[in-house]
């Protein structure tokens, strides 16, 4: 009698183990990220990190409102982010052939990427472009870049808005592979103006104040962008990030590392529409 209730009982536990192991299986089954409770998916991102605010290197560390939103997404989402200064050209190569799976560069959504990438939500606002220029030259608005040799980040918007001024590959327009060999090339007198995101510009003369460069803005030609997480056409990881930042809105973590690097509240109604 002792016996078989003993065996019952060794039964018993036997199969709720089976049970909950079964369980586990389904659940990791569901889990569409693939981690499994302790691994999580690895995202390998790209990036060009000579963009403060958004993205640049400190002690060797990347860092900034991009990357650590990103972070934060990806925590959210149950991803693990591998995030690394690639470069414009690569980043975007990289998604192209998919060795990364998402490029986080502060890049505007915009139609014609649109048809080589797929975007998460708006994340950022970026109003427009400022026009930076050494105090030797004048600049009262765009119309006065059209005499000047002007420096640009080839492959960005801030290069398709010099050009809607100054004529598509005018000789007078020089293209850098990086935001920062632009504003070198301003600093060392290489051109005699640069045309950059407006946050990217106010960040630089912020953290520059003795290199005399001063800023224009031209709203009438330059509108406001908005900045998205770049992902391989059809990536199964969109829904999850936009999935994350809605999260992170409506939880405050977004406002949270908004403030820190912006040092005011975000405009949460304009990236609703
Ligand atoms: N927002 C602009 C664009 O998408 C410039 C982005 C440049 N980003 C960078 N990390 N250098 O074209």
Redesign the pocket.
């Known amino acids: 009698m002792k016996v078989s209730f003993k065996k019952s009982l060794f039964a018993l536990v036997a199969s709720s183990a089976l049970l909950l192991a079964a369980c586990g299986t389904a659940q990791k089954d569901n889990n569409k990220n693939g981690s499994n409770g302790n691994e999580k998916k690895v995202l390998h991102v790209g ?5 403060p605010p ?2 640049f290197v400190d002690k060797g560390e990347l860092t900034g409102f991009d990357v650590e939103l990103l972070n934060a997404l990806g925590e959210e989402a149950g991803y693990k982010i591998d995030m690394k200064n690639t470069g ?1 050209d690569s980043m975007l190569a990289g998604l192209d052939s998919k060795d990364l799976d998402i490029g986080m ?4 959504i915009k139609k014609d990427r649109l048809k080589s990438y797929d975007f998460s939500d708006p994340y950022y606002e ?1 109003e427009g472009f400022l026009i930076l220029f050494k105090d030797n030259v004048e600049i009262k608005n765009a119309e006065d870049l059209k005499n000047l040799k002007v420096g640009v ?1 080839n ?4 290069a398709e808005a010099a050009e809607s001024v100054v004529g598509q590959n005018s000789k007078n327009i020089s293209k850098y592979e ?2 920062g060999l632009m504003f070198q090339a301003l600093l060392s007198g290489s051109v005699d103006a640069a045309v ?2 407006k946050p990217v510009a106010e960040e630089y003369i912020k953290q520059n104040p003795d290199s005399n460069i001063k800023s224009v803005e031209d709203k009438e030609r330059f509108k406001p ?1 908005y ?1 998205g997480i770049a992902f391989q056409k059809g990536s199964p990881y969109k829904e999850d990030f936009d999935k994350a930042l809605s999260t992170l809105i409506e939880n405050g973590k977004y406002t949270e590392i908004y403030k820190k690097w912006f040092d005011e509240e975000p405009k949460l109604d304009s990236l609703k529409d």
Do not use: P
């Open positions: 990036t060009e990190a000579t963009f958004f993205e414009w560069s502060g890049i505007t970026s980040q492959g960005t918007t801030g990086s935001s950059t995101d962008e900045y």
